[in-house]
C-alpha cells in the first residue's frame, strides 16, 4: 500500500477544503513513520524466519499488531492531512485494510498451492507443477459435469426469488400477526445444514416411512424415491436448499420493501392503478436495486452449495447432483489433493468473476432502460 | 399487496363499494391462506425436528408424526445431551461440552455480526455517498472487491488459513474465529447497507450538512436511522450465517474456541445416527436465533421515509 | 488355526449352529491356547471383570458418564501399580479423537477422569466428527499445526504418521501393563506393527462378518434354501429368489443382500471389498489391491470385476433407491428396520441387532463370517482357480482404532510417561472388555474377549453372543484373513474408488471392467503422485514381506 491510498472525490458539487499546511505536514509524517514502523518489523520477522538474524520471536503476532497501529496511524493521518475528505475515507478504510489484511496471504498462498503437485500424504511436499493442473482440469469430464450442473443450481435462483418476493409482500401487508409470520418464515433459515440434511433429506425424504414419501404414496406416486432418477435428485437437493435459502432472499426484500417511501405507493393507488399494475409499474422498478443485490448474493452463495449435497447425495448418483464445491471437497479433503483442488477452485473464481461482472453489467443496463 | 389491504376510499356508488367490499374479503382470505401455506412449509419441518427430539429409534424409523397419538415421547435425546429432567442435576460431560460450546457460539456469532455491521455499515455509507479511487479501483470496483471474498470455496482456503492462523498464533483462538466469520458476512453487510443508503436520498445528507454536521455525524444521527431495517436484517442474516458455520469452526478449533455445529455433525458416524440428539442440539441450537429474531423483529418495518422528515 | 481344518469345517457344514459351536471350540483350543478362558474366573481379576460387567447391567439402558467414570475408577489398579499418586501433577494433554454420537471421546472423558484424579494430570480434548478426521489430520501434518499429544486413530493412517515419524514408539512397561500377548492373532506383528515397532494400543479390532436374518432360511422359507448362504453365488440367488416376495417380519417386500451404492467418505469401498476379497486374495498371496513390487492395481483384475459385476447384476432387485444409500443406511435404517435379509457390516450390527431400540430383527438374526467363493484368481499365474472347496477371505475391513502417543512428547519424559499412562488406561485388559460388551463403538480384540461364559453371566444370551462373537473371533483367526495395507493415502485410494464406482453403479461406464479401469486409472495417479518406491516399500512393511 501506498501512502495515500485513499482520495476523496466530490459529494454534489461540495468543495474540499484545503486543511492547514501544518497539519497536513504533521499528517504525512505520521503516515511515513508508520509505514516505516511496519516495514521494519516485517522485514525483521521475515529476516528472523529466514534465519538471517536472530530476534526470537514465536510467531507473526508483532507484524499484526504493527499493522494495527500502522492502519490506525493511516486513518488519523488522512484525517490530519486531509480534513473532510480524511473523515470520508474513514467510512472505508477500515473495511478495506480489514479484508486486505485477511484477503492477501490466502490468495497469494492459494495461487501458488494451485499451481503444485501436492498430495498431502507425499513425503515430498508441494512440488511447483505450472499449469499442469489447468491443462488437467480440461480433461475432467465430471467437473464440467458438475459445472454443468451448476447451471441448473443457478437458474433455479430466479424462482427462489420470485417465491421469496410474494413472500414478501405479504409480510410487507397489513396483517395481524406479523411477528410471528415473520420469525416463522425466518425459521428455515435457522436450521444448520447438517441438521437440514439430515432431517430432511434422510428422515422426511426416507423412502418407506418419510412422511414426504407417505404423502406422496397417497397421492398415487406407488414407490416414491427422491434420490433414484437424477432429474428427481437435482430437484430434490434444489428443493431443500430453497427452503433454507428462501427467507434469506425474502428478508432482504423485506428490508428493501419497508424502506421504500411510503407516498410513493400512495401515488400509485391514487392513479387508480389496479395492485397488479401498481406492483409493476411503482413497486417491482423501485425494488430493482434491492432485488439485484438479493440475487447476486444468492447466487454466489448458491454457487458455493456443498453440504447439502455431501451429506445427502455425495454428488450421485453418478454425478448428477454434484456441485463443483462438492466435487472440490472430495478431491481437496478426501483425497487430500490439495494442488489440484485449489486450481478446480482457482479456475471457479475466475468464471464466477466473469459471470457476476456480465451479470451486472446487464442488469444494471437493464435498470436503465426500465427506469 | 399493501394496495389489496389499503382499505375501502370513499366511492360515490354504493354498488361499487359494495364489490370492493367482496373483493377486499376475498383478497383477506387469499392473504392469510397464502400465509397459512407457507407457514407450515416453514413450520412442519421444524415441527419433525422438534419432535424427533423426543423419539427412540422405533419411532424415527417408523416416521411417527403426532406425540402421545402415535408414539410415546421420551427423553432419550435430551438425555444423551444431559439435559433432560433426571439428568440435569448431575455431572454429565456432554452436557459440559454442550454449554462450553453453546457459549462459545453466541460469543462468536455477535462478535462477528456486530463487527461486520459496523465496518459494513461504514464502508457502505462511504460507497454510496463518496467518490473513491484507489489504484485503478473505483466504487464499482471496490464494492466489488468486497464481493469477490464470498466467492471461492472455502473448502480450499483450509491450507492457507491453518498456516496463516498458525503464525499468528490464531489457532483454536475465539478472535481468529469472529476475525475470520467477519471476513466472510462483511460482503453481505456491505452490499446490503449501501442498497440501503442508496435509497435515502442525498437531500438528506445535504440538509444535515447545512446543519452543520460533518459527514459522521450526518451518519451517525440521520442516516443509520433510517437505514434501521436493513441494518438489521444484515444483522440477523450475518448472525445466522456465522451461528451455523460448520467448516472453518472443525478445521480451526481444537479445546478452547469449539463450536455447537461441530457437535449437532458428530452425532452422525460409523454406528449410523443418532436421530434423537441431533434434533435435540439442533432444536437447541435455533433458540437464541428464534429469541433475537423475535426481539429484533420490530426494528425491521417502515423506517423514517424521507416524507416524514421533511 | 490352519486353512485345512477350516476348510475341512465348511465342507462339513451340518447345519449352522453346530458348525459354529464347532468353530468356537476349535478356536477355544487353538487360537486360546494362552488359556486365558476359565483362568479369568479363578482369580480376583475375575471378580472385577464381573463386576464391571455389571455396570449398569445388561438391559438397564445405555451407560451413561456416571457409568463410564466408575468403570475407569474400578479399572485404575493397572496404573496404579505403574504410577504413584499425583506423580503427574502439572501435567497438560492434549487427546484428539472422535466424537461420534457422543461415544469415543465423550467416553474416554469418563474413563479417564478418575485417572486424571489420580495421577493430577488434566486432558484437553479436540472432538472431530468423524467426516473431518482424515481431512483434519493430514492438513495438521502438511501445516505442522500437530497440536495433540495423544490421539485416537485408525490402524491405516499410520502409514500417514507412523509412517513420516510423528509417532513415539510405545515403551516396554505400557506393553506390560496392557497385556498385548492377549491380543487376537492378526493384530499382533506385523499388523500390529509399523517396521517392526510397536506404536499402537488397540482399543478395538475390526473386520466385516456376515450377518443374515434366519427367518428368511429354513424349511418353507421365502428362499426356498435351507441354510443362510456360504457363497457369493449363493448370495446372488437369495436375491433373486425373494424379489417379489413379502418380508416375513415385516410384511413388506422381501429383500436380499444389501449393497451400500453409495459411497461414505471412503469407507463405502470396504462393502466393494467384502465381495472381492473371496474371489481375489489368494491364499498363497498376501496382496490383493495392489501387486507389492510395482503398486499396480489390481482392482481391474478379473477378479474384482466379477465382483463389481455381481453387484451391478443384482441391482434390479435391490431396494427402489438403493443408489442413495450409504453403508450406515443400508445398516441402520434398512437392514435393522427389517428390510432385507443380507448385510456384511462391522460388529456393530451384532451388538445393535439385540440392544438397539430401533432393532426389529433382534431375535431373527444370525452371523457367520462373510461368504465366500467357488473359484479365486490367482494374480501370479493370471488365472482363475477352483478350489475343492470355497475360498473365504473375511475382510479385516480399518483393523480397528488404536490409541497413540505423538513425538510432541518424546523429549519431556515426565509427559511421555503420562501421556502412555493415559493411553495404556484405555487400552487395558479389563476396560477393554467392558467396551466390546456395551455401546461404545469399539468391537472385541482380545482372545480373553471370547470368554462366553463372561458374556453369559454378564447377562447375554448364551447362544446369540456365541453366533455374533463366533463369527467375530473366526474372522479374525482366519488363515486367509484380507488385511488392509497401511500405505499412506489409503483412504485417497477408497474415496476416488468408491467416486468411481457410484458413476459405474449410475451406468456413467460402460461396464465392469470400464469401471474398473477407471479406478485402477484413478490409483495409479495416486501412486505417482504420492511416490511409487516410497509406496512400494510401504506396502511390503505393512504386508511384512
Known amino acids: 500500500m501506498t501512502t495515500e491510498p485513499v482520495r476523496g472525490g466530490d459529494l454534489v458539487g461540495q468543495g474540499i477544503g484545503p486543511s492547514n499546511p501544518q497539519r497536513r505536514r504533521l499528517g504525512i509524517g505520521l503516515i511515513v513513520v508508520a509505514t516505516a514502523g511496519l516495514l521494519f518489523v516485517v522485514v525483521s520477522q521475515a529476516l528472523d524466519a529466514g534465519g538471517a538474524i536472530h530476534f526470537g520471536f514465536s510467531n507473526w503476532r508483532p507484524t499484526l499488531y504493527a499493522y494495527v497501529v500502522w492502519a490506525i496511524a493511516l486513518g488519523w493521518g488522512q484525517v490530519l492531512a486531509r480534513g473532510e475528505a480524511g473523515w470520508r475515507a474513514l467510512f472505508i478504510l477500515p473495511a478495506v485494510l480489514f479484508v486486505f489484511a485477511f484477503a492477501l496471504f490466502p490468495t497469494l498462498s492459494g495461487l501458488f498451492i494451485a499451481m503444485t ?13 505450472g499449469l499442469s493442473n489447468l491443462v488437467a482440469l480440461f480433461s475432467d469430464r465430471f467437473y464440467w459435469n458438475a459445472l454443468g450442473n451448476m447451471v441448473f443450481y443457478t437458474a433455479m435462483v430466479m424462482v427462489e426469488y420470485a417465491i421469496a418476493f410474494g413472500l414478501a409482500l405479504l409480510l410487507n401487508a397489513d396483517i395481524k400477526g406479523r411477528k410471528f409470520w415473520r420469525v416463522t418464515f425466518l425459521l428455515p433459515f435457522m436450521l444448520s445444514p447438517v441438521a437440514v440434511s439430515w432431517m430432511i433429506g434422510k428422515s422426511m425424504l426416507e423412502g418407506r416411512f418419510g412422511p414426504i414419501a407417505r404423502l406422496a404414496r397417497w397421492l398415487g406416486w406407488e414407490s416414491p424415491t427422491f434420490f ?47 395492485p397488479w399494475q401498481g406492483f409493476w409499474q411503482i413497486t417491482f422498478p423501485l425494488m430493482l436495486p434491492v432485488s439485484v443485490t438479493a440475487i447476486v448474493l444468492r447466487m454466489i452463495f448458491k454457487l458455493k452449495l456443498a453440504d447439502i449435497v455431501i451429506n445427502v447425495t455425495s454428488g450421485g448418483p453418478g454425478g448428477a447432483t454434484d456441485t463443483v464445491s462438492s466435487f472440490i471437497y472430495r478431491e481437496y479433503r478426501d483425497r487430500s489433493n490439495v494442488g489440484y483442488g485449489t486450481m478446480l477452485a482457482m479456475v471457479y473464481l ?22 | ?52 427430539s423426543f423419539k427412540v429409534a422405533k419411532d424415527v424409523q417408523a416416521g411417527h408424526l403426532v406425540p402421545w397419538v402415535d408414539f410415546q415421547p421420551s427423553w432419550l435425546g435430551w438425555r444423551s445431551l444431559g439435559l433432560s429432567p433426571d439428568t440435569i442435576g448431575t455431572l454429565s460431560t456432554v452436557r459440559d461440552e454442550f454449554m462450553l460450546r453453546f457459549f462459545n457460539s453466541i460469543e462468536m456469532g455477535l462478535g462477528a455480526s456486530i463487527l461486520a455491521v459496523v465496518i459494513g455499515s461504514l464502508a457502505a455509507y462511504g460507497l454510496s455517498r463518496f467518490q473513491y479511487k484507489f489504484l485503478w479501483m473505483r466504487n464499482n470496483d471496490i464494492s466489488f472487491f468486497f464481493l469477490s471474498q464470498l466467492i471461492l470455496p472455502p473448502v480450499v482456503l483450509a491450507l492457507p488459513f491453518l498456516v496463516l492462523y498458525k503464525e499468528l498464533a490464531l489457532l483454536d483462538n475465539p478472535v481468529g474465529l469472529i476475525l475470520l466469520y467477519t471476513l466472510t458476512v462483511l460482503p453481505i453487510v456491505v452490499w446490503i447497507m449501501k442498497d440501503q443508503f442508496d435509497t435515502i436520498p442525498t437531500e438528506l445528507d445535504e440538509a444535515a450538512q447545512v446543519d452543520g454536521l460533518g459527514p459522521w455525524g450526518t451518519f451517525v444521527r440521520i442516516i443509520l436511522p433510517i437505514a434501521l431495517p436493513g441494518t438489521v436484517a444484515a444483522f440477523i442474516l450475518s448472525l445466522i450465517l456465522c451461528w451455523n458455520e460448520y467448516f472453518f469452526a472443525a478445521l480451526l478449533t481444537s479445546s478452547d474456541a469449539k463450536t455447537l455445529p461441530v457437535m449437532v455433525a458428530s452425532q452422525t458416524g ?41 | 488355526m490352519r486353512v485345512e481344518l477350516y476348510e475341512r469345517m465348511m465342507t462339513l457344514q451340518a447345519g449352522r449352529r453346530n458348525f459354529l459351536k464347532g468353530a468356537a471350540a476349535l478356536a477355544a483350543g487353538t487360537a486360546l491356547s494362552n488359556s486365558f478362558v476359565g483362568k479369568s474366573f479363578a482369580d480376583a481379576a475375575g471378580d472385577l471383570r464381573k463386576q464391571i460387567l455389571q455396570i449398569p447391567g445388561v438391559g438397564k439402558g445405555a451407560p451413561t458418564d456416571a457409568d463410564w467414570q466408575k468403570v475407569g475408577e474400578m479399572c485404575l489398579a493397572a496404573t496404579k501399580a505403574n504410577v504413584a499418586e499425583g506423580e503427574f501433577a502439572g501435567v497438560e494433554l492434549t487427546f484428539m479423537g472422535l466424537n461420534n454420537q457422543n461415544l469415543h471421546n465423550v467416553l474416554f472423558r469418563g474413563f479417564l477422569k478418575p485417572w486424571e484424579a489420580y495421577t493430577g494430570a488434566k486432558i484437553n480434548w479436540i472432538d472431530l466428527a468423524q467426516a473431518d478426521y482424515n481431512p483434519r489430520l493430514q492438513q495438521s501434518i502438511a501445516t505442522g499445526t500437530v497440536d495433540f499429544d495423544i490421539i485416537e486413530m485408525g490402524a491405516p493412517f499410520e502409514g500417514d504418521t507412523a509412517g513420516k515419524g510423528l509417532l513415539d514408539e510405545m515403551p516396554d512397561w505400557v506393553k506390560a501393563q496392557i497385556d498385548m500377548d492377549d491380543y487376537v492373532n492378526y493384530l499382533k506383528a506385523p499388523v500390529g506393527t509399523w517396521a517392526g515397532k510397536t506404536y499402537r494400543i488397540t482399543i478395538d479390532g475390526d473386520c466385516h462378518t456376515f450377518a443374515y436374518r434366519k427367518d428368511y432360511f429354513g424349511d418353507g422359507s421365502i428362499s426356498g434354501m435351507a441354510d443362510a448362504p456360504t457363497t457369493w453365488a449363493q448370495v446372488q440367488a437369495v436375491s433373486k429368489a425373494v424379489k417379489g416376495k413379502k418380508d416375513p417380519l415385516t410384511g413388506l417386500d422381501a429383500y436380499g443382500f444389501l449393497d451400500p451404492l453409495k459411497g461414505w467418505g471412503g469407507f463405502g469401498f470396504y462393502f466393494l ?5 473371496a474371489y481375489a486374495k489368494h491364499p498363497d498371496d498376501p496382496a490383493w489391491l495392489f501387486d507389492p513390487d510395482t503398486m499396480k492395481p489390481r482392482v481391474n483384475n478379473p477378479a474384482w470385476v466379477q465382483a463389481i459385476q455381481d453387484v451391478m447384476d443384482t441391482m434390479p432387485e435391490l431396494p427402489p433407491d438403493q443408489i442413495n444409500a450409504d453403508p450406515g443406511t443400508t445398516a441402520f435404517q434398512q437392514f435393522l428396520a427389517g428390510t432385507g435379509s443380507m448385510i456384511c457390516w462391522w460388529g456393530d450390527v451384532g451388538s445393535n441387532a439385540r440392544t438397539s431400540d430401533s432393532s426389529v430383527v433382534g431375535d431373527v438374526v444370525g452371523f457367520s463370517i462373510n461368504p465366500g467363493a467357488d473359484k479365486v484368481y490367482n494374480s501370479k499365474t493370471g488365472a482363475w482357480e477352483t478350489p475343492a472347496s470355497p475360498n473365504f477371505a473375511p475382510n479385516m475391513a480399518y483393523l ?34 467392558w467396551m466390546a460388551a456395551y455401546p461404545s463403538g469399539f468391537q472385541p480384540y482380545r482372545n480373553s474377549h471370547f470368554d462366553y461364559a463372561e458374556w453369559e453371566a454378564a447377562g447375554y444370551d448364551r447362544a446369540f453372543a456365541e453366533d455374533y462373537l463366533g463369527s467375530n473371533a473366526d474372522s479374525y483367526n482366519h488363515p486367509n484373513a484380507a488385511i488392509e495395507p497401511r500405505i499412506p493415502g489409503i483412504f485417497q485410494y477408497y474415496s476416488v474408488a468408491e467416486d468411481e464406482l457410484a458413476k459405474g453403479y449410475a451406468g456413467q461406464y460402460a461396464s465392469a471392467q470400464a469401471t474398473a479401469d477407471a479406478i485402477a486409472a484413478a490409483w495409479e495417479k495416486i501412486t505417482d503422485q504420492i511416490g511409487r518406491d516410497s509406496q512400494i516399500a510401504l506396502y511390503k512393511a505393512s504386508l511384512g514381506l
Open chain 3, 273 to 277: 471389498e467384502d465381495r472381492a476379497s
Open chain 2, 270 to 310: 460409523s454406528q449410523g445416527i443418532n436421530w434423537w440428539a441431533m434434533a435435540a442440539l439442533s432444536t437447541a441450537a435455533i433458540m437464541p436465533l428464534v429469541i433475537i429474531g423475535v426481539a429484533l423483529e420490530r426494528y425491521i418495518i417502515k423506517g423514517l421515509t424521507a416524507g416524514s422528515v421533511k
Open chain 2, 1 to 52: 399487496m399493501t394496495s389489496i389491504t389499503g382499505g375501502a376510499r370513499i366511492v360515490d356508488d354504493g354498488r361499487e363499494a359494495a364489490s370492493r367490499q367482496t373483493r377486499h374479503v376475498i383478497g383477506q382470505i387469499a392473504l392469510y391462506s397464502a400465509l397459512v401455506v407457507w407457514a407450515f412449509v416453514s413450520l412442519f419441518p421444524i415441527y419433525w425436528t422438534i419432535t424427533t
Open chain 1, 350 to 371: 475466475v468464471m464466477i468473476i466473469v459471470f457476476v461482472t456480465l451479470l451486472l453489467n446487464f442488469l444494471s443496463k437493464r435498470m436503465q432502460r426500465m427506469t
Open chain 1, 117 to 129: 503437485d501436492w498430495n498431502l500424504s507425499a513425503a515430498v511436499g508441494p512440488r511447483f507443477n
Open chain 1, 228 to 274: 433414484a432418477q437424477p432429474w428427481m435428485a437435482k430437484l430434490s437437493i434444489e428443493a431443500m436448499d430453497a427452503w433454507v435459502s428462501i427467507p434469506f432472499v425474502m428478508i432482504l426484500l423485506l428490508a428493501g420493501l419497508q424502506a421504500l417511501p411510503k407516498e410513493v405507493q400512495e401515488a400509485a393507488r391514487v392513479d387508480g392503478a389496479g
Open chain 3, 400 to 433: 480397528g482404532w488404536g490409541v497413540y502417543v505423538t513425538n510432541r512428547v518424546s523429549a519431556d519424559e515426565k509427559k511421555r510417561k503420562a501421556a502412555w499412562s493415559a493411553a495404556a488406561h484405555l487400552g487395558g485388559k479389563d476396560l477393554s472388555l
